[in-house]
């Protein structure tokens, strides 16, 4: 039950997109910045590796973590996010899946969150 939760919680905050169009570049350099941790971004990095044309996933995580925002299910949430994402990165991936994981603070990404809520 509580993986059920986890998983409807992550899908419920997690943007991902995909497209065909192959951007090699893009996707090594990222993916460099997140060996051991989702890539902290800000609303240029957000709009950089969300943008087409890609050939990768992108599952990014909108959130407040700082407690002045009063999200406590954000700080609850962020270890499993970030325990995901390192697992990812050091497991075997089928071939051909590129995955990147991102982390968009509020504090960092306010034009993002105010798209997302537009």
Sequence with gaps: ????????????VISVAFTATPNAD?????????????????DSTYNE????????????IL??????????LCR???PDFDLIARSWNKGSKPDGLKLLFGALEF????????KAWD
């Design 63 to 72: 959130t407040a973590t700082d407690a002045r925002f009063g999200c406590g």
């Design 49 to 60: 590796i969300t943008s087409t044309p890609r050939d990768y996933y992108a599952a990014v």
């Design 26 to 42: 893009k996707f090594e350099k990222y993916q460099s910045l997140s060996r051991l941790a989702p890539i902290q971004l800000d």
């Design 76 to 78: 609850e949430f962020q």
């Design 107 to 114: 504090d960092k990404g306010k034009g993002t969150f105010q």
């Design 1 to 12: 039950m509580k993986l059920l939760t986890f998983i409807l919680s992550l899908l419920s």
